[in-house]
């Protein structure tokens, strides 16, 4: 209690302390990266002015390494009056954002152990490297209930496609990392799982009745509230059986129905909401960078995520004040939120973190184990007709097919497949041979085969933001028909997207891993190798899918 009466005591101080701009300043969270930067280049000039100009809130970092960014927090947090809150995208772990970190398989990959303390487990490792990191917000667990098979962004990131059970998962990783001081982001309200669009791009309509909605795609985030997540993620995409105020097709971001209405008064949320990116093509192409802003706080959002133009936003949401469009309370509900999310991960008595404690934290040998364990448990060995599995002293041919991802998606990720390749490599004495998904060389695969006893694939499936599609490439699905109407053997390894099973010939030994991760690469092939079983079960539906 005495704890408690100190925090509050610190928000309404720092509060009484703030003028309108920097009051404005704490509803504002653009992006950085973790990496190395003088303090007098372009991009530290930019971070100073959006703290000492601005006053934002925090940042959310997207990529980098894990020791830089502890760094670049620290010299960051020295810089505001106000501590700031750090969040990212550890949807696979701090791994998946920041080298040196513990990559952990994502939603699907975790629901295929069958286990929700799986979710706990890689909610902790989480949230201990996170907040060793100065991060304080995962922007985790994704909630969609992924009923969609041609989801092109949500697909792997969901638990599965039941609601329940992707309410269950949810509630156990929120505890766990909630548990261990990370804050823990229900996302993406109210559902984006049945969409076939990315609102990466463009804006999704999500055309079903309130009742289905009642059903289907609510009651992970309903569940979530009442077991206590602190913050939630809005969606941009349409809803207009809950929308029914809007006069024009508009995110959910920016729908004050669905975010004050719905998420605020009709579930008691009293937590952090946050907008998704401001800067997706959804609400970017659509609205001016300060509008988009002000609509979003006008919705109920209490921080407008990753603006285009920070200074727009800041001058749009002061000026929405001054006019009369917000009133200065609304404004005051939100920066008081903020700073209680900011007590609450003890910013209040210290905000930066020893660099000392990275190193003994991230990627620590535990961490190391139980992500290894947690991959390998994820893989579902959905069928095996010739029992070809394990493979024992057989030449082999590898082919690996690749799919297209968007540029910056390299940045941090190792090529698809080079830890496949690496593997199979040691493993066995195999032909390697790699075929894009533009024009796959048919010659060169059936070549590669010809005398061997196996063709053990691996398909690329990968989910990611702005590939606008996570179907099996028309190429790609040429070279399995192929090997199938040769009659060679076949063992299909499918990384990242299940939904693809349906191409994939019947006869095929076919393993799922509902991820795309290098680590579920070499874990596969310890199965194909017969080291461990395959023990996963698949969270999602599969049979009577049909071919497209």
């Known amino acids: 209690m005495e704890e408690e009466r100190a925090r509050a005591e610190w928000v309404e101080n720092s509060l009484q302390e703030m003028t309108l701009e920097e009051k404005v300043g704490q509803l504002i969270m653009p992006d950085t990266t973790g990496v190395l930067m003088h303090e007098e280049s372009r991009e530290f000039r930019r971070l100073a002015e959006a703290i000492e100009r601005f006053h934002v809130g925090g940042f959310i970092i997207y990529s980098g390494d894990a020791l830089t960014t502890a760094a670049l927090t620290n010299r960051l947090q020295e810089r505001a009056r106000v501590p700031l809150l750090f969040a990212s995208d550890f949807e696979g772990g701090v791994g998946m954002q920041l080298r040196g970190g513990t990559r952990l398989p994502r939603a699907m990959?975790?629901?295929?152990?069958?286990?929700?303390?799986?979710?706990?487990?890689a909610a902790r490792i989480t949230a201990r490297e996170g907040r060793a990191l100065g991060v304080h917000v995962n922007f985790y667990p994704v909630l969609d209930v992924n009923n969609n098979p041609s989801n092109p962004i949500i697909n792997t990131r969901a638990f599965g496609?039941?609601?329940?059970?992707?309410?269950?998962?949810?509630?156990?990783?929120?505890r766990a990392a909630q548990e261990e001081g990370h804050i823990a982001t229900a996302k993406h309200f109210p559902g984006h799982g049945d969409t076939?669009?990315?609102?990466?791009?463009?804006?999704?309509?999500l055309d079903a009745?309130?009742?289905?909605?009642?059903?289907?795609?609510?009651p992970p985030f309903r569940s979530a509230i009442q077991r206590g997540v602190r913050a939630v993620m809005t969606a941009h995409i349409f809803v207009p059986a809950l929308d029914t105020d809007a006069t024009e097709t508009r995110p959910a971001t920016l729908s004050p129905q669905l975010v004050d209405g719905i998420l605020r008064r009709d579930y008691g949320f009293d937590g952090l909401i946050f907008s998704d990116a401001l800067s997706m093509g959804a609400v970017a192409d659509r609205y001016e960078a300060g509008e988009a802003a002000v609509l979003a706080v006008e919705a109920g959002c209490d921080v407008a995520l990753y603006p285009v133009d920070i200074q727009r936003a800041h001058k749009a949401l002061c000026e929405a004040v001054r006019t009369g469009r917000l009133s200065h309370e609304r404004i005051e509900r939100s920066a008081r939120s903020i700073l209680a999310a900011k007590a609450w991960c003890g910013l209040n008595l210290e905000r930066k973190v020893s660099l000392e404690t990275v190193w003994d934290v991230l990627g620590s040998p535990s961490h190391t184990a139980t992500s290894r364990d947690l991959f390998e448990r994820g893989i579902t060995l959905v069928r095996d007709p010739l029992e070809l599995l394990p493979i024992k002293k057989k030449r082999v041919a590898a082919i690996i097919l690749k799919d297209n991802v968007p540029v910056w998606a390299h940045v941090l990720r190792e090529p698809a497949g080079s830890r496949f390749s690496a593997a199979v490599s040691r493993t066995f004495n195999a032909r390697l041979i790699e075929s894009g998904a533009e024009a796959a060389d048919l010659e060169m695969v059936m070549e590669a085969t010809k005398g061997a006893d196996v063709a053990l694939m691996a398909v690329c499936a990968r989910v990611a933001a702005y590939k606008g599609s996570v179907a099996l490439a028309y190429a790609h699905a040429a070279v399995l028909d192929a090997l199938d109407a040769a009659g060679i053997p076949t063992i299909v390894i499918v990384f990242g997207n299940p939904y693809v099973l349906p191409r994939v010939p019947e006869r095929a030994t076919t393993l799922l891993t509902f991820e795309s991760a290098p680590e579920s690469e070499e874990a596969a092939v310890r199965i194909v190798n017969g080291e461990i079983p395959a023990r996963g079960r698949s969270p999602v539906k599969l049979e009577g899918m049909k071919k497209n």
């Not at 076939?196 to 309509?205: A, E, G, K, N, V």
């Open 109 to 121: 990959a975790l629901a295929a152990t069958g286990d929700t303390q799986s979710a706990a487990e």
């Open 161 to 174: 496609d039941d609601p329940e059970m992707v309410a269950n998962w949810g509630a156990a990783f929120i």
């Open 196 to 205: 076939s669009i990315d609102s990466h791009i463009l804006l999704p309509t």
């Open 209 to 218: 009745t309130r009742e289905r909605l009642e059903q289907i795609e609510l």
